[in-house]
């Protein structure tokens, strides 16, 4: 995750309100309306991916690099039909600690 | 040597064999097509977008510049110039700079470990004759993927692949040597600083290989965080944090209990006509 901060505002901040969604996430399954949200948005990202014969070959193609090419025309209905608990899983399985690496970028006046 | 691979990628666009220099702008673009090419960290990709009874331009094209590229030692030289102004382009935006220490810090033995672009000091010393073994020696059939998209006959389509390809002798590639990331045993953190208004973070987690089955749960869970939960980030302590944030789930092809890392690396691509 990526996120530009507003001035002032330290990167303590943001990385705690991170760490408390990320908990939640791991704790709790995201709701219904959360659930269709992020089928919508990767419906959406999966459209742009699929737009016009350059985006359809880019994507073969590292498909292909990568190993399952064949798998892609079910992959999408394989991702919207995960259950609001699969997502928790894979929270409670990935999003951790030691597994993790934060970058901060901090702005400095110029000397 | 770091970014060996992106600097074949310029040297492949200024002829070799049956194409001169300034032949793909007459070839391609004169006929309404686009070309361009990119290098990522599991792939290099070259493409033609051409009208389809063009077909046979873009299949000499490619076939021609995956043996035969000139590496003329004066363009390659020139090309240093050009490859490390690129660089230093992407130094001075945080997001680049942010990505490289991503990468680095998360990716201690794996070659994720650098980005595709490469380090300064070896783009300052690579040599020409380093360059074209590395060309001569992946560049081949048997260690590319050709893909074709679009209205054209299938039948004609195959018989040109053969007549183009077929010529081109395989390559013997090294075997293949797996790197394998060691398990991460602790959260790892890592500051930039630089001159500067606007301050940035980017927090990764490793994640497993693209045929894993969990990716399609990686997937959604992307999509919750990058949805109303990552809008969330917005709000903190009871004013707005970030003016912009995102999630986004890369999976290379290594697998990567050992080798993989919740960012998309970034490819280097070149702005060409």
Known sequence: MSATLIPGVRHGAVERKLEAIVEKLRDAPPTVKEMERARELVRAWNRYEEDGVTAQGFMIGQLEVLGSREAFPHFIDRVVSVSPEDVRKAAEAYLVDRARTTVRYLSEAPA | ?273
């Open chain 2, 1 to 273: 040597m770091t970014g060996s691979t992106h600097w074949v990628e310029h040297m492949l666009f200024k002829g070799g064999g049956k194409l001169g220099k300034g032949d793909l702008d007459r070839l391609i673009s004169r006929v309404g097509g686009k070309y361009n090419g990119f290098t990522d960290k599991d792939w290099t990709m070259y493409y033609e977008t051409i009208p389809a009874e063009h077909l046979e331009t873009a299949l000499f094209v490619e076939s021609e510049r995956m043996r035969n590229a000139a590496f003329d030692p004066k363009e390659f030289d020139a090309e240093r110039t050009v490859v490390i102004s690129e660089r230093e382009g992407s130094e001075n935006q945080p997001e680049f700079l942010v990505e490289e220490e991503m990468w680095g810090t998360a990716f201690h033995v794996h070659p994720y470990h650098w980005l595709p672009i490469g380090y300064k000091q070896d783009l300052a010393e690579m040599t020409r004759d380093e360059v074209y073994a590395w060309y001569r020696r992946w560049y081949a059939p048997n260690n590319a993927v050709l893909v074709l998209v679009g209205g054209f006959d299938a039948d004609r389509a195959v018989a040109l692949v053969r007549k183009y390809f077929d010529p081109l002798q395989p390559e013997s590639l090294p075997s293949s040597r797996r790197f394998v990331e060691p398990p991460q045993m602790g959260r790892r953190d890592a500051d930039v600083r630089r001159p500067g208004e606007v301050d940035y973070l980017e927090v990764g987690w490793k994640l497993p290989e693209w045929a894993h089955p969990d990716i399609p749960a990686i997937v959604m869970l992307t999509g919750v965080l990058g949805g109303w939960r990552g809008f969330g980030l917005a709000g903190s302590g009871g004013r707005t944090a970030c003016t912009g944030g995102s999630s986004r789930a890369a999976s290379p092809r290594t697998s990567a209990r050992g080798s993989n890392s919740g960012s998309t690396p970034p490819s280097s691509r070149c702005p060409r006509p």
